[in-house]
């Protein structure tokens, strides 16, 4: 079932993002920047990354020595559509033929034990890197028995001889994925969307500080390649060639790295206003103004819908989008629930709305009963935009964007 699973996934084209060298130097970077022996002596392992169209591979590879790893793993999980033509350069290898016909193409593990002196500045190919390779003897290149699947027994077996794991996994995978690092114990750099970190799997880790985001890119473009026909939007395409990428490229604004790898900016405190300076000066017109900050008609705490607009005096508790994950500092804050995820015990909703029923902003109902906005983050009115619900007595509320709940530290 699991290779299933996989496989369809992977049909579908649409988990197929190849991260660009600079993204992942850029994150690397920023844990070097906070602990410079963060890879030092680790066995690196780059599982879901084809070492024939793999980045991770290439800056590892290329890296090796100045990281100071011990070994770097990579599998790849399907046959490449490069494989044919790029199998060559590694030498000897027993997925290839003996005779006549194309190669019979598998998925391959690549385990590097050394690699002599490269210039780690990305301009080195995959041929540059072959050619490199091939002279040391220690290092192993064979298919693996099945297709590569993440869980399948002889990748945990390669997992469990990893200290950190980086790559890119399919998004529609990342519970599983992240399950199973976490089961291991292991430590790790992972990309994912944005939208994960409501995942009733993911949510509870973030709250426990078991795992946050990553130092760069969070909610911010990144650009992607993906396989020759597959599905992108063309608006993402074009945003993507602004960027200087033409052709099979997408962007995608809403990835974001997960680690618990610790970095300098999730110790960084945010700089904030005071409630009442927000109120004068707060360049939202949904804070500016105001006589004072909107309160959830069904949760004890106050909407706070920037990050930037939360109060530096605010003792209560504050509902917040979960962009606000990019600025979190635990020193800080303290995360108490979020909306839709479970956060009675400490923020306990105060009503329900079993009783109300949606309605367009042209007065027609949706058909759907209140108890859809139960535990989201409600709001007293009407603001003239979106769906609202409203009881037999015309009161009407509108649920805010999914929320997280937290608290000052100290304040």
């Known amino acids: 079932m699991a290779n299933r699973n996989l496989s369809n996934a992977k049909r579908a084209k649409n988990d197929e993002f190849y991260t660009q060298f600079v993204d992942i130097q850029r994150e690397m970077e920023a844990y070097l920047e ?11 392992y780059c599982n879901c990354d084809d070492p024939y169209e793999s980045n991770f591979f290439r800056y590892f590879v290329l890296n090796f020595k100045k990281l100071g790893l011990k070994r770097l793993i990579t599998t790849s999980y399907k046959p490449s559509p490069l494989a044919n033509t790029q199998l060559p350069l590694f030498g000897n290898d027993s997925t290839l033929a003996p005779a006549k016909g194309r190669p019979k193409v598998n998925a391959n593990k690549f385990i590097i034990n050394k690699v002599h002196a490269i210039n780690g500045n990305g301009g080195f190919n995959l041929k540059d890197v072959a050619e490199e390779l091939k002279t040391n003897k220690v290092n192993t290149w064979a298919p693996l028995q099945g297709d590569g699947d993440f869980r399948s027994p002889e990748c945990i077996q390669l997992l469990e001889q990893a200290d950190i794991v980086v790559t890119n996994p399919p998004f529609s995978l990342f519970r599983d994925y992240v399950k199973q690092l ?30 946050w985001l990553g130092a760069t890119g969070n909610g911010n473009d990144m650009v992607f390649a993906v396989p020759n026909g597959a599905e992108i939007a063309e608006s993402d395409r074009q945003k993507a060639a602004r960027l200087g990428f033409v052709g099979d ?3 995608l604004g809403n990835s974001c790295w997960f680690t618990n790898l610790d970095h300098g900016r999730r110790h960084q405190p945010l700089a904030l206003m005071t409630m009442t300076d927000n109120l004068k000066y707060s360049r939202h017109k949904q804070i500016k103004g105001k006589k004072k900050y909107e309160k959830y008609d069904n949760y004890d705490a106050i909407e706070v819908p920037f990050t930037d607009a939360i109060p ?12 606000f994950l990019d600025k979190y500092n635990p020193g800080q804050f303290e995360i108490l629930g979020a909306t839709q995820r479970g956060c009675h015990a400490a923020v306990p909703d105060t009503k329900t709305y079993d009783d109300y029923w949606e309605v367009r902003q042209d007065g027609t109902a949706t058909g759907s009963g209140g108890g859809k906005t139960n535990e989201n983050a409600n709001l007293v009115g009407n603001d003239g935009k979106k769906n609202y619900f409203i009881n037999s007595k ?13 608290k000052h530290r100290g304040v």
Do not use: C, W
Request: proline share 3%; glycine share 8%; net charge positive.
């Open 394 to 406: 015309g009161r009407m509320i509108q649920s805010a964007y999914q929320r997280i709940f937290i």
């Open 182 to 211: 976490m089961e291991h114990g292991k430590r790790f750099a992972v990309i994912g969307n944005m939208n994960a970190i409501t995942y009733k799997e993911i949510f509870p880790l973030i709250k426990d500080d078991k795992i």
């Open 34 to 44: 906070y602990d410079a022996q963060t890879f030092k002596g680790k066995v690196v």
């Open 249 to 251: 490229y997408t962007r």
């Open 312 to 323: 530096s005096n605010f003792k209560g508790v504050m509902g917040v989008p979960i962009s």
